[in-house]
C-alpha cells in the first residue's frame, strides 16, 4: 500500500530468489496497509480516512488485483489481519479505539461485519498467531 499516492501496487514472487516483478497498480483512498487472506486469491485494503476496507481479487497469473467493492469500517481502519483459515478478518480503528471483525467468504472474497470489539486508544496494528486462537492489537 502506498498511502501517500493512494494506490496498491501489485507483485508476482520470483519462488527462488525472493524478486518482486511488478503486476500492476490501482488507485486506493489512502491505504495504509494490506493483508492477503491465507489461500492467495483475496487482498484487503483500509482505506484510512476512508472508513472503508476495499477488497480485491488477486489474478494467480499476473498478480494483478480486481476490485470486489468496500465495505463500511469504524473511524480510519488501520491495519487488517487475516485468521491461518481465512475465515476471519479483523481491522483496526484508530479513530475509534476498536477492532472491527469480519467473515470472509472463501469464495468470492467478500467480507461481511461481524461486530466490534474495544481496544486500546488509538490501535494501529493487528496480528492472527499461527493456530488462530490469538490475535493481539498494538
Avoid: C, H, W
Wanted: aromatic content about 6%; glycine content about 14%; overall charge negative.
Amino acid at each position: 500500500a502506498n498511502q501517500s499516492a493512494s494506490t496498491v501496487s501489485a507483485y508476482r514472487i520470483d519462488q527462488t530468489s525472493g524478486l518482486l516483478t511488478g503486476g500492476g497498480t490501482i488507485a486506493a483512498a489512502t491505504p495504509p496497509g494490506i493483508a492477503a487472506d491465507p489461500s492467495g486469491k483475496f487482498v484487503f485494503v483500509p482505506t484510512g480516512s476512508g472508513n472503508t476496507i476495499a477488497m480485491y481479487t488477486i489474478n494467480q497469473i499476473t498478480g494483478s488485483l480486481t476490485a470486489n467493492g468496500t465495505i463500511g469500517a469504524a473511524s480510519n481502519p488501520q491495519v487488517v489481519a487475516t485468521d491461518p483459515l481465512g475465515k476471519f478478518a479483523y481491522a483496526t480503528t484508530f479513530g475509534s479505539n476498536t477492532v472491527s471483525l469480519y467473515l470472509i467468504n472463501q469464495t468470492t472474497g467478500a467480507l461481511t461485519a461481524n461486530g466490534t470489539v474495544a481496544s486500546g486508544a488509538g490501535p494501529t496494528g493487528i496480528a492472527v498467531e499461527p493456530t488462530g486462537s490469538v490475535a493481539e492489537s498494538t
